[in-house]
């Protein structure tokens, strides 16, 4: 039919179908590449339908998985085409061809512009449907307003209008700033009221991007969904060719119920009653019919229902209703049903109240963990791992070993890891957990990563009772015959231990123990070799009165390794051998091993990392399930509350007072002298192992509410619940030092750990025993959204918890409710909203405090929202960058310094640094190859985005100074990237202080100096 | 969103790609395969739905050829299954009982209809009746020009008899 006029490329077509082998088949593609470069060559002689011709079998090549390196050039030239069949071709091949990142595209910008705003609708569509499949940033910052521009109007048809909505979502994912909230909330429910299905079908999309990022600004359009949906699920008005199979557009129907997840709740009573009439309807009236697709569309619905109905926290009885219906998806022979049910249980998981009901399913779900389908199987073991508590452990750990045996290696890892958690969160009995982990590593050692064996020797350490106990298994185990190696190294560890135990036991005597692991030696790798090593040491330690023939033997074992390949070993076995020569301080030096602190299991740090974790939505399943569930764990209680370097450290504390603290209180000190006495304090705390940022809270917090600050501290909109307001600050500021700091300790360097935040986007700002934060960040223009993850990682809750956000006079941030407490091992996620509003390198600071028992921890941590974190790279050629370079001409715009004292760097090792700062260096576009110069874009509200230039002239035999220049169109933008760029060259972020600025010399700098820099915390207040 | 559409035969030769999402050249190749490995060999009674790689892949088997389509974790599976269905019927409406040859040989037709079904990854039109009207549209606007184009050389080459 239509390709009547094509026949060259029907020819190829067939050509290389023929082809009898794969080497054939390159060599008729490669003859034809060749044939379409020379004809490209000499472009002239090309007539339109043979440039249309060779793109098209460029197309066809590159679709059968051969590199098309060149010729882009023709399929995109084609757009400018006056004519519709090139110009069609040449939007469609590009769009298959290339993807946004492409430099090409930029090309034809103007072209596809002209032809949107153009009146010939054909070019209209052609061009949306590019610039929404493939249009990136720079469309979406120079075409926005043009798209929703026909997208309102009332002269276009709907097969444009419908294009320009999903081209405006397109656009709207690249960059949400085009799209002006104010303004388009309106709009969109105004184009809410639209009769034609196909347009409503693309606005409804659009809608429920924008409601995802930002939905109390569409308030307005939650009635309009509600009414569509009424409309559509009493096919009331619904043209006979949008319905599907007899459902009216079940699309649009999943769509519109999607975007009422996204508004926390429906207020209005009338619109919920319908609303709620609506999803009972589709509820009940879902039945399960012959025909597929019929029965796929009406599902389709059905479970977006469901997903509505959780989400809207409905009366107990519609819930028990959908989970009902669930228990019979879970049982269904159609796959795709079950598949379903499964998964939707699992976010079941999240309601509270239900979950008894769902744990009736539970023989069921266990059936499906072996099904022939690795999909449901996947399904089936997310949602017994979900559903799992201290009632129903054992059996579904139990039914996860069993299936660990005939599981698919690709699941294996996830099976164990997820077993191993279980059992430990969840252990009846301590004895139990440590069978389900010598189970595991029975059956599947290869697969059983060395945190979980890691994980039992802390379990097994920690608790006296259980050392017999683990000592008599690991001993049965070494019985069998093929032993996995893990299991040798764990059974190796605790018999060391342990095993003296034993000794009365027939076969547990220190020779048979010796004997039966001897024997494995010659088989095991290096690192196993040294722990059975340090296992005969330790057996020799405990067989008093000694046994001369076991000592021989030992000691020939260690001579025979003091010249062992391995360095490790080599030490080991000279240094027991020396050791065990010494007879009774032997006995000091390899005594028992001492408890372990307790901390955060690593594994559950493992599933819940969606980095590592290949099955991502689990992960983030279980860190909400966290947050709902807060089951009861034992876990930790079993190891011992005993605390290991606390408590004893903070009552003998509590007597003492801290002489500064006095100073405290004393409020009509002058500000010079009580910032020298903090200075004092500090220097003194700054000789002592760690810094208790506490002590220099203290010292802010009285600073921020006396000083000008104060103001800065009030705009603040919403604080954290229950009074977290400066006066709260004030009063924690005044509470007794001893009661607030040193007995609990970062675990780790809180600056560093700050340092490294202002160059990457996730990551921990705060450890210490009991809480950890973490950080997620995601920044868009001048918008960012950091996520802090509060964990408590304590068997008992944290209470009084309380977040303040101190922000800088240029940062608008918006802190979400914190709870005030932090239930056992649960994890809290708290969004923070910021928008820049003005250059500035001034941190923010988060005011953060909780309690634990009777100890008060306060801390005051700087949070990542640097200058840095509002640029976006560009890259510039030489022909943009020297006329804008020349056109912002001397100060206040464009200032130069020289400065002295900076850390030699390389060039390259420059380039790379302001590559991390998202300041884009341009390689060879300086002529002289001792400068750099480098370009990006600022983003805030008063500059909107703002092109920062930046050049560096170093001198070669000097590498501590050079000159720099910057330049921007902004005064105040061009000073601040001037010092943001010189405090980083010049001083090395982890090196001690900088002698303390006075008070009167406030020093905005985002200087790496951390907390311990009480001028870097000051200046986020003032 | 729709990350991708795949058509992929039987033997593993791809028929169709469409990307919305910024995959790189290597990345493409590179997902093409691995999909190709895991789809491929599913047996013929299991669900639609893969999870792969943080994503879940919808797809059906039509005689001998896979549509295959990427979504989010999140997405409503059904839905996507019956886009693919809704895509099927319409190319089956336009070639007559459509088969893999076909789309071989039309690949370009393929494309066409699936810029009026789907942007940005998202259903644009549900209605066939709609997109049937809006592809004889486009194809009678090849049509004319082409007649245009063999008049006008027909008068030329008349004229320089």
Partial sequence: MALSGMRGLSVFISDVRNCQNKEQERLRVDKELGNIRTRFKNEKGLTPYEKKKYVWKMLYIY????????????????????KYPEKQVGYIVTSCLLNENHDFLRLVINTVRNDIIGRNETFQCLALTMVGNIGGREFAESLAPDVQKLLISSSCRPLVRKKAALCLLRLYRKNPD????????????????????????????LLVALVSNNHDAYWSCLPKCVKILERLARNHDVPQEYTYYGIPSP?????????????????????RRSLFEVLQRILMGTDVVKNVNKNNASHAVLFEALALVMHLDAEKEMMSQCVALLGKFIAVREPNIRYLGLENMTRMLMVTDVQDIIKRHQAQIITSLKDPDISIRRRALDLLYGMCDVTNAKDIVEELLQYLSTADFAMREELALKAAILAEKFAPDLSWYVDVILQLIDKAGDFVSDDIWYRVVQFVTNNEDLQPYAAVKAREYLDKPALHETMVKVSAYILGEYSHLLSRRPGCGPKDIFNILHEKLPTVSSTTVAILLSTYAKILMHTQPPDPELQQQIWATFVKYESFIDMEIQQRAVEYFALSKKGAALIDILAEMPKFPERQSSLLRKAEDPEIDTAEQSALKLRAQQQQQQQPSNALVV???????????????????????????????????????ANDTLSKVDGQSSPPADLLGDIFGQLAIEGPAASSVSAEPTSGPGGASPRAADALALAPLAEQSNTVQPIGNVSERFHSLCFKDSGVLYEDSNIQIGLKADWRGHHGRIVLFLGNKNTSPLVSVQALILPPAHLKMELSLVPETIPPRAQVQCPLEVVNLRPSRDVAVLDFSYKFGTTVVNVKLRLPAVLNKFLLPVTMTAEEFFPQWRSLAGPPLKLQEVIRGVKPLSLPEMANLFNSFQLSVAPGLDPNPNNLVASTTFFSESTRAMVCLVRIETDPSDRTQLRMTVASGDATLTFEMKEFIKDHLVTIPTAPPAPLPAASQVQPAVSPTALTDPGALLVGLL | ??????????????????????????????????????????????????????????????????????????????????????????????????????????????????????????????????????????????ETAKEEASSISNIISQATK
Wanted: charged residues 25%.
């Fill in chain 1, 639 to 677: 190891t011992d509350q005993r605390p290991v370097n606390g408590a004893i450290h903070a009552s003998s504390l509590s007597l003492v007072k801290v002489p500064s603290m006095s100073s405290n209180t004393e409020v009509n000190l002058g500000e010079h002298q009580k910032l020298s006495e």
């Fill in chain 1, 251 to 271: 699309w649009l129907q999943v769509k519109t119920m999607r975007a009422l997840q996204y508004f926390p709740t429906v207020e209005d009573p009338n619109t």
């Fill in chain 1, 63 to 82: 679709m059968l998985g051969y590199d098309v390196d060149f010729g882009h050039m023709e399929a995109v030239s084609l757009i400018s085409a006056p």
């Fill in chain 1, 178 to 205: 085009v799209v002006n909230v104010d303004g388009w909330s309106d709009r969109m429910s105004q184009l809410l009221d639209e009769r034609d299905l196909g347009v409503l079908t693309s606005v409804m999309s």
């Fill in chain 2, 1 to 142: 969103m729709i990350h991708f559409v795949l058509l992929i035969s039987r033997q593993g030769k791809i028929r169709l790609t469409k990307w919305y999402s910024p995959y790189s050249q290597k990345e493409r190749s590179k997902v093409i395969r691995e999909l190709s490995g895991v789809i491929l060999s599913r047996g013929p009674k299991l669900c639609n739905f893969v999870e792969w790689r943080g994503h879940k892949v919808v797809y059906k088997r039509y005689a001998s050829l896979y549509f295959c389509m990427c979504i989010d974790q999140d997405d409503n599976e059904l839905e996507v299954l019956e886009i693919i269905h809704h895509f099927v019927e319409i190319l089956d409406r336009y070639f007559g009982s459509v088969c893999e040859l076909d789309l071989i040989f039309n690949f370009h037709k393929a494309y066409f209809i699936l810029d009026e079904i789907l942007i940005a990854g998202e259903l644009q039109e549900s209605s066939k009746k709609t997109v049937a009207r809006l592809i004889a549209a486009q194809d009678s606007l090849v």
